[in-house]
């Protein structure tokens, strides 16, 4: 039981960030002579399967079944959750990256499909990385990117490789590594490492004593990095403090079955050949065709339909050899359903809905009419039921992207406080069905929107208050103007009568007449001096004019009264 001589300390974390849902998942055992931790990130859109945890928990099936440092095992137990994944996927394909670390307490095997990662540490100093399976790993490789880079760069969820893949599956598992006393290991999806580097983590473990210690750390540090949206993360802490030490004896035990393993293997795979290529010589034609199309059965009501589509191909070719038409049909019709449904699901991750759904409508169609499809192996309503939820997520995406373009095309019309309720309505929708792209692009916009709001909301608000202003002054300059004329009409009551009165009067509508003429450039007109309506009012034109005719009217009062002095002065 190396378990008694070994120290090992884990703690984890994982959270759902901003989104309703956490699909990524978490787990490990720690056994007698073996230990296995498993951090994995689901890929898809589906609201019903949580497809991490299924890939998850499908491994640790085998494993727990049969504990093993085997890579050959190990090989056998991630493919079976790739066929698991793929035999649960309805309305969409199931995907899911995954980082497993196997240790026997002295060494270490991790496995890598996808981008979640597993960081190695040793003397308090970055020891490595697990390598990505993704375009941004491989431009690392090539030179054109460093290694830090690649946790930004736009390509870093770009997969070359995944559980699930349509294109075939290849994971990369590593041979063992030695572990000594005081190692630590870090085990990451990328939500959490795309925005961490390694000396970040290098300083969080140096800080930190205890695994949930560094982890609260490392968490502080992410959370204050992030934007609005925050991914799925998962991080797990795996601090090795002793490990298992080997005796002599089990290194040579080790080393001699290597050797024999070296002498037996090729053997072994020789006679494997040898029997393999005489039971494909005995083998007829019919039985071939017959050995295809039950394969393509199978694989079909499995759900793994790139091995069904091979099968149907290689059981059209035997048929057609052998020269049997009703086969022929029935193969070609098979294969012709499956090859519309994989259509549909390429088209379907290139987000080219409007052809995934035709590709999809088109295989059911086909389906619905071709009664031999019901048989023993394979029922017609299961693969019917499952285009039909196919057709469903096609449909629901394009309502996304179409009320996506319907609040496009509001917010172009200027018609922003009709646009919110479209977009916030297709962001709803998207987050449901997971459609993380246009979820990003919703929210987006979304914030142009509130910004537009907040802006015509400022612009009403000026208006109100320069509306306001113009009415002040409006009154201001007609009360004055009122003034000037009971002035006017008593300067006009004196003229022939009392000069000094008349001249008086007069002279007070001058002085109102220049208070109105000045009334645009009062401090509390200043921001409406220049609008059209104050420089056209007709008042403020008009007491300028009035000014002239006043002063020319006392003038001509002064002269009457000096005339009028004169006239006295005679008599």
């Not at 759902?16 to 055992?29: H, I, L, Q, S, V």
């Not at 204050?224 to 991080?235: A, D, E, F």
């Not at 009971?486 to 001249?503: L, P, Q, R, S, T």
């Not at 509390?524 to 059209?532: Q, S």
Request: glycine share 4%; with cysteine.
């Amino acid at each position: 039981m190396r378990k008694n001589s070994i120290e090992f300390k884990t703690g984890f974390t994982s959270e759902a960030g901003t989104y309703r849902t956490n699909k990524d998942f978490f787990a490990y055992t720690e056994l007698d002579d073996v230990a296995c931790y498993i951090a994995a990130d689901g890929l898809d859109s589906d609201e019903e399967v949580k497809s991490a945890e299924l890939a998850a928990n499908s491994f640790f099936e085998r494993f727990l079944e049969n504990p093993t440092m085997s890579r050959r095992k190990i090989k056998n137990y991630i493919m079976h959750v790739h066929k698991t994944l793929i035999a649960n996927s309805t309305s969409v394909r199931l995907k899911s990256s995954m980082i497993i670390m196997i240790t026997d307490y002295s060494n270490i095997i991790w496995v890598v499909s996808g981008n979640a990662r597993l960081y190695h540490f040793r003397n308090g100093g970055f020891s490595f990385r697990s390598k990505d399976q993704s375009v941004a790993q491989m431009m690392v490789d090539a030179g054109k990117i460093s290694d830090e880079e690649c946790n930004f760069h736009d390509e870093r969820n770009n997969l070359t490789n995944f559980i699930g893949h349509a294109k075939g599956f290849t994971p990369f598992i590593s041979k063992k590594f030695k572990l000594c006393d005081g190692d630590s290991v870090i085990l990451a999806t990328s939500g959490f490492w795309e925005n961490i580097d390694s000396l970040d983590l290098v300083e969080a473990l140096k800080e930190g004593k205890e695994p949930n210690e560094i982890i609260c750390g490392l968490e502080d540090l992410f959370l204050s990095r992030q934007n609005k949206v925050i991914n799925n993360y998962t991080l797990a802490v795996i601090l090795m403090n002793k490990v298992f030490k080997e005796g002599p004896r089990q290194d040579k035990r080790l080393k001699m079955a290597k050797k024999i393993a070296m002498v037996l293997v090729p053997v072994i795979i020789v006679a494997s050949i040898g029997l393999i290529v005489r039971n494909v010589k005995k083998k007829n034609l019919e039985k071939d065709a017959i050995a295809f199309e039950q394969d393509g059965d199978k694989n079909l009501k499995d759900k793994l339909y790139d091995q069904a589509e091979e099968a149907y191909a290689n059981a059209v070719k035997a048929v057609k050899a052998i020269n049997e038409k009703e086969s022929l049909e029935r193969v070609e019709t098979k294969h012709s359903i499956l090859k519309k449904v994989l259509e549909g699901d390429e088209q379907y991750d290139k987000q080219d809905f409007e052809n995934a759904k035709v590709s999809y409508t088109d295989a059911m169609g086909s389906l619905k009419f071709f009664s031999q499809y019901d048989n023993n192996v394979f029922s017609k309503e299961e693969l019917y039921n499952t285009l039909d939820k196919k057709i469903k997520n096609t449909k629901n995406c394009l309502d996304v992207k179409e009320q996506f373009s319907k609040g496009n095309k509001l917010f172009d019309d200027g018609k922003f406080k009709e646009s919110l309720p479209v977009y916030e309505a297709a962001l709803k929708k998207a987050e449901d069905i997971y459609y993380d792209d246009m979820v990003d692009k919703l929210e987006k916009k979304i914030e142009e929107v509130e910004k537009k709001l907040e802006e015509a909301k400022a612009a009403a608000a000026g208006q109100a208050k320069d509306k306001e202003l113009l009415t002040n002054f409006t009154k201001e300059v007609k009360d004055k103007w009122k003034e000037m004329e009971e002035f006017v009409k008593d300067a006009k009551a004196y003229e022939n009568k009392e000069y000094e009165k008349a001249i008086g009067r007069y002279e007070k509508a001058i002085e109102i007449c220049e208070i109105i003429v000045g009334l645009p450039n009062k401090d509390d007109y200043k921001d409406i001096k220049d609008k059209k309506e104050v420089k056209e009012m007709k008042e403020i034109t008009e007491a300028k004019k009035k000014q002239v005719e006043y002063g020319d009217k006392i003038i001509d009062l002064n002269k009457m009264k000096d005339e009028e002095k004169v006239a006295q002065g005679k008599q």
